[in-house]
């Protein structure tokens, strides 16, 4: 699933009013334009046009509120992506191995929530925003036709520039927003692993020094080149987009006038024109939002199926599980725990063992480092869950 229909999904909740106040946003908008553009007609013997005055400040009216009901809904859409995410990590979470919890590391875990989420909730707001500026432009280009077919033919180069640019930057831009992130990512090990070792560190210059010069400034220095390669690409972008207006804007001043009989119908154009290139900001506004999101959805699908590849598959229990009788044997059948294949190919486990204790037995494990004493402890205590064998209470 990914994040544009993680939030459809949760803009469901506010059904068909969501999508009114959306396109009351976008023709609000647009009417503005409409109604401001007749100054070109006014007449100063006239008066005051009262009429004109009174549909500027409903449609004012209207526009503000709808926005003001968008921007709420938005946020909500946002708070309850955020919500579903952190619930289904608390459950994965409660229903992973504790082996797969140390693989991964807490700090990774808690990392990938709390620098992903907040990117994911202010997404909708910004995205709805782009979707009304687009539809915006789309009723203002018609307005534009009405007045001049070939200011609209250049009004539609420009979109046919835009869409081209950013099919092209699209995958080049979301590649290079996730590679920033896991850099991002790596530094943030870095320091995480100086600051646990921070009195080793300190107790050793070389090996200080070691950590601090090759590692994280190192990683510092591959974030901050990857985040404004990053930023780079959405320059680029943004060039194509805003010289394609400029030129759209040239054509519509300097060459749409001679093909329009009335000069006043040419200042609506140029109005109108003027009006666009808003809209045309709040619409780059969208791709880097799109890349920022997709990346930071991707990241937290990737842990996601981390932890659930993990989990022991069974629900835990919502109510306390009734006391267990009295101990009289603890025993272990043929068990055996693996830990997931290391790097080097050599895989590590313990078992097949079969063990039988008894209430106030002293039981003493030796062996050399390594050996298995701890994994063995945590498959008794739970945190791991055996691969084979089973243990049982009491037989």
Sequence with gaps: ?????????????WGWRLYVYLGLSAVGSTLITVIVNTVTEYDSRL???????????LVSTLLVFSRGETTRMMNAVGETVVFRIRTQFAQLLREADYGIIEKLGAERIYGTLARNTPILAESPLILAQGLVAAVSFALATL??????????LAVLLLIAVVALAGRYQKTRTENEMRQSQLDDRSFF????????GYKEVKLDYRRDADLIENFVLARAHTA??????????????????????YLLLATVVFITPEYVEDSRDAMKIVYASMFMWLLVEGVFQVFPTLA??????????????????GSSGETAPTESLPALPALSSLQFEALEYHYAQAA?????GIGPCSLTLSPGELVFLVGDNGSGKTTLMRVLAGLYIPNHGRILWNG
Excluded: C
Aim: glycine letters at 4%; a negative charge; proline letters at 2%.
């Design 344 to 348: 080097d190919g050599k895989p590590f």
């Design 292 to 309: 920022k999101a997709h990346s930071a959805h991707a990241e937290i699908s990737a842990m996601s199926a981390a932890l659930a590849g």
């Design 224 to 245: 901050r080149a990857s985040r404004l390669a990053a930023v780079d690409t959405m320059i680029k972008l943004g060039a194509i987009v805003f010289a394609a207006f």
């Design 1 to 13: 699933m990914d994040f544009l229909q993680t939030f459809r999904i949760a803009a469901t909740a």
């Design 189 to 196: 090990d870095s320091l995480n692993q100086l600051l646990q």
């Design 47 to 57: 008066g005051p046009d009262y009429e004109l005055l009174a549909s500027f400040v």
């Design 143 to 152: 307005y534009v036709a009405w007045y001049s077919f070939i200011a609209a």
